[in-house]
């Protein structure tokens, strides 16, 4: 099956800084992408392009073939928007919130009163549908952003940081309602800093810095190739420090990432057994890394390559 949606070469500019420079992506239908990377990365800026809020200052966007600059007017309902941001109309009802979104589109939405019907019921708003939003939870204003966001039933869905600031039960709600979307077939562009998150509702992650994909894959194929197969955790004594940060940097080419009181190093299965070696006299345990260690490489990436800017 052909990607419905491929970006090639895309770049966006703000004055001197470039915030993305050169990105490629593809998404399939019924898949989840996330895409990650620490803030000021560039995925706002990324999904704002996608979704035709900014301009690229170079390369092309196609939905199933078809140009976004030249289709924009066809292709504006194969699109659904969730905004990390509070966008709803606490003037309205939630049911006016799904009734007042879907009145903007052209031509306008076949029997409009069905879908804002089934939309309650799918998300669990029906005994909230005559409230304002401002009346409601967290979780579930976040549950009435995404419902209002596929109101036209678009293709492809993008959702920037969905569950910022939920508790967890509702938190694990959102991941069901995104399930649930994926397997009807949508297309799904995901950003959060959730590494749990990232995890269990992507089937692909591309990882930005700096504005480029510094890796793509499946979590455990992006882990393998960047960080290793282990994490060393050593508690950060002063009596080793300066030794084990000469090692580190010689033997892995970058500096340990210090986490509180600890060291945490990722290394690869023979690297292990050359600093066990080394610093067998040090008590230390052995983890399997996370997408949490990955982006605290990348942020020691950005923090070394300014230090040597300056």
């Avoid at 409009?112 to 089934?118: C, L, S």
């Avoid at 979780?139 to 508790?167: K, N, W």
């Avoid at 008590?283 to 390559?305: K, M, N, S, Y």
Wanted: charged share 25%.
């Amino acid at each position: 099956m052909s990607d419905i949606l491929v970006a090639r070469g895309l770049v966006k500019s703000y004055g001197d800084k470039r915030v993305v420079d050169g990105l490629d992506l593809n998404l399939g239908a019924g898949s989840v992408l996330g895409l990650l990377g620490p803030n000021g990365a560039g995925k706002t800026t990324t999904l704002r392009m996608l979704y035709g809020f900014a301009e690229p200052d170079a390369g092309e966007i196609r939905y199933d073939g078809k140009l976004l600059s030249e289709h924009r007017d066809e292709l504006k309902g194969w699109i659904g928007v969730c905004t990390q941001h509070d966008t709803l109309d606490h003037d309205f009802s939630v049911e006016q919130n799904l009734r007042v979104y879907a009145s903007y589109f052209r031509p306008k939405l076949p029997d409009v009163n069905r879908r804002v019907a089934e939309l309650l019921d799918t998300f669990g708003l029906r005994e909230f549908a005559k409230q304002p939003p401002r009346e409601l939870s967290g979780g579930f204003q976040r549950r009435l952003m995404i419902a209002r966001s596929i109101v036209q039933q678009p293709r492809v869905l993008f959702m920037d940081e969905p569950t910022t600031g939920l508790d967890p039960a509702a938190r694990v709600d959102v991941w069901r309602l995104v399930a649930s979307l994926r397997a009807q077939g949508m297309a799904i562009v995901l950003t959060t800093h959730y590494m749990d998150e990232a995890e269990r509702l992507s089937d692909a992650i591309t990882v930005l810095s700096r504005g480029k994909a510094v890796a793509r894959g499946t979590p455990r194929e992006i882990l393998g190739e960047v960080l290793g197969e282990h994490v060393a955790v050593v508690e950060a004594t002063d009596a080793d420090a300066d030794a084990l940060q000469a090692w580190v940097r010689a033997h892995t080419g970058n500096p340990p990432a210090r986490v509180l009181d600890e060291w945490q190093i990722p290394l690869s299965g023979s690297q292990l057994a050359a600093f066990s070696q080394a610093f067998a006299h040090c008590r230390f345990t052995v983890r399997q890394p996370t997408l949490d260690d990955l982006f605290l490489r990348l942020a020691i990436d950005v923090q070394h390559d300014t230090e040597e800017s300056r």
